[in-house]
């Protein structure tokens, strides 16, 4: 609540977004990212030289990492780096073209979140460190996948997730996301593996086992990413195209073969696409999330292949990360709704233009109803868009409902408030002046101020901007948005619950994911069985294809008490690694003592092809029940 006193007091102030950092404690410093180990006011990387070779056998990456510095502090002769689960050989430093000189180090006890502190002394500020390392086999941001996981069959699979703090795992940096540097890599594979990453990888590269990577724009880590495996590629324009297995690929480019639409829409309202190409990489099933917005190679659940283009939202939205997020960055987790949230809001915008209004509103309204069901369950003090630091928290807990959904609604609120006509070059304007730069939100706000509210004075007020920013849940004068098409399939849901007409009997020939996504989601919390089967008999939710529907499906049968549906729920979670999509079943199944026991048993099951992250998911879950269920019996 001190906070939230604070920046209501500021806004007395004519200028008061922008006098906030100044008048900040060094506690309260919003540039401060408590989730990282590196001092980047003393020392900075600029440039980053990989050379990796790819051991399958042993699930490790090889090699070294070249750092090429910017001293900040005259007087600083340490080098601090973040690091996980990494075997350190040797560390040398060097000026310009002169011989290497070992150097000293110390790799703290690891801590469970943050991996291990590594400082680097040295004799002088040089200008390169170059540090010699192995990942372990059970690196967070890397999975490795034996043939029999991947759609081929014959060649393994390696990717890696980066985000949120997982950079760490595989190479040794600043893990922050307010340090930006370019790189260049040399990575080695098996002479039958193809090897990209989030750099200019070449449509026509010959498949040799030895590849050269350039990322000229600087990144922040977390947009560090690589991938090796049986993949090919094909064209859907002269800029973008799609990598994947090869049993993947057509049905791949035929559902996204809206890509260059896509992002010639978003250059005609925010500026060009500054990245060279824009590519998708559709990864197995087992990625645990929607899509990555790795620079120049977007990473891609196959989940959203579902044949009638339904879900290819979700590359709008990666794909709009290539101007907000990728472009101008987040200067830590606390303002990850200046990625997410925006995010969100030029994704609606994309589907909009593409797709029409009425689509975009379902989606609108779709994402807002889980951003309620969410705040349901989230502390005050996580509702807010302006989180406050919390020291020792991981930062993917910031990654949720608020911050995409919320900062999109924020927004949505501004271009209503000011008119498209001003906001539009707005945001375009916020995009160019704070291009490869990593922004926070007060930086945000005094753009606003100057750029927006001085001209419009009346258009928003001040306490209603800080409503959005630092008050929790939504404000009561949010816009509100109404779909039709949602009307229908409330009106179509009542008459089927209240017995008036039969499941089969219901006007869905014509309905998109979306309005079955809003049916499912507005069932009662359960259902009687009969009521089960017949849905089931008329629509065959039980073994969908349509991730989308199962998530919301499978929770319902199990609540429902619906146990015809477990087979197919099983193959489902063994068969997806994406969280989105299981954790709601499981979730589901933990609330009783024997779903519990089913859970245990398909998480079994599934965990060798889940990667890390999702691991983690799936064990907290079943480590709180079993908790919970020992504490009931005792």
């Not at 590519?279 to 087992?286: A, Q």
């Not at 990654?399 to 408030?417: C, I, P, S, T």
């Not at 069985?529 to 073994?543: C, H, I, N, S, Y």
Request: aromatic content about 10%.
């Amino acid at each position: 609540m001190r906070r939230l006193s604070l920046m209501l007091a500021l806004l007395l102030s004519p200028s008061a977004f922008a006098q906030a950092p100044a008048q900040a404690t060094a506690e309260d410093d919003r540039r401060s990212d408590e989730h990282s180990y590196a001092q980047p006011d003393k020392v900075r990387i600029a440039d980053l030289g990989l050379d990796l070779a790819v051991d399958f056998t042993d699930r490790q990456l090889e090699g070294h990492a070249t750092l090429g510095l910017e001293w900040v502090d005259e007087d600083a002769r340490e080098l601090v780096l973040d690091t996980r689960d990494l075997a350190i050989e040797r560390i040398e430093g060097r000026n310009g073209s002169r011989k290497w000189r070992e150097l000293d180090f110390a790799l703290a006890e690891e801590d469970e979140r943050f991996g291990s502190k590594l400082t680097i002394t040295l004799p002088r500020q040089y200008e390169q460190v170059r540090i010699h390392y192995t990942t372990s086999p059970d690196a967070s941001g890397l999975q490795w996948l034996a043939p029999s996981m991947t759609s081929g069959g014959k060649t393994p699979f390696m990717f890696s997730q980066s985000q949120a703090i997982h950079a760490r795992s595989w190479v040794p940096l600043q893990d922050t996301p307010s340090v930006r540097f370019t790189y260049t890599a040399r990575i080695r594979t098996p002479a039958d593996v193809m090897a990209l990453m989030s750099a200019d990888n070449d449509p026509a590269a010959e498949r040799d086992g030895d590849y050269s990577f350039t990322m000229p724009q600087a990144i922040p880590s977390y947009l560090m990413a690589i991938a090796a495996g049986d993949l090919v590629f094909k064209p859907i324009s002269e800029r973008a195209g799609v990598w994947a297995e090869p049993q993947v690929i057509d049905r791949a480019v035929k559902e996204f073969d809206d890509t260059e639409k896509m992002i010639q829409v978003t250059e005609s309202l925010y500026g060009p696409y500054r990245w060279g190409r824009y590519d998708l990489l559709i990864l197995p099933p087992s990625f645990p999330f929607g899509g990555m917005e790795n620079p120049r190679l977007s990473f891609i659940t196959p989940t959203v292949i579902v044949g009638d283009k339904s879900l290819v939202s979700l590359i709008a939205h990666e794909l709009a990360h290539s101007w907000s997020g990728n472009l101008v960055t987040f200067a830590t987790p606390k303002d990850q709704w200046l990625n997410e949230g925006f995010t969100s809001y030029v994704e609606n915008r994309i589907v909009e233009e593409l797709f029409g209004k009425a689509r975009a509103d379902m989606e609108y309204v779709i994402s807002r109803n889980g951003l309620r069901e969410e705040l349901k369950e989230v502390p005050e003090e996580q509702q807010v868009l302006m989180l406050p630091a919390r020291v020792g928290s991981d930062p993917e807990e910031a990654l949720g409902a608020v911050a995409y959904d919320k900062g999109a609604w924020f927004l949505q609120f501004l271009e209503q408030r000011f008119g498209r006509e001003s906001f539009d070059p707005f945001l375009r304007a916020w995009f160019d002046q704070h291009a490869f730069q990593s922004a926070t939100s007060e930086q945000f706000l005094a753009f606003l101020e100057s750029e927006l509210m001085a001209k419009q004075p009346d258009a928003v007020t001040r306490e209603e901007v800080m409503a959005w920013m630092t008050a929790p849940g939504i404000p009561e004068f949010a816009p509100s948005i109404e779909s039709p098409r949602f009307a229908a399939v409330d009106a179509a849901r009542a008459d089927w619950l209240e017995s008036r007409e039969a499941a089969r009997d219901l006007p869905t020939a014509e309905w998109t994911t979306q309005e079955w996504v809003y049916f499912l989601e507005g069932m009662p919390e359960s259902l009687e069985p009969a009521q089960m089967v017949e849905l089931d008999q008329a629509f065959r939710f039980t073994g969908t294809s349509n991730g989308e529907l199962a998530q919301r499906w499978y929770p319902l049968s199990e609540r429902s008490q619906y146990f015809e549906a477990r087979p197919a729920m099983s193959l489902f979670l063994r068969k997806i690694g994406r969280r989105k999509l299981i954790m709601p079943t499981y979730d589901a199944l933990v609330a009783s003592e024997e779903g519990l026991a089913f859970a245990t048993q398909v998480y079994e099951m599934s965990k060798a092809g889940y990667h890390p992250i999702t691991r983690g998911s799936v064990e907290s879950v079943l480590a709180k029940a079993r908790a919970a269920a020992d504490a009931g019996t005792q």
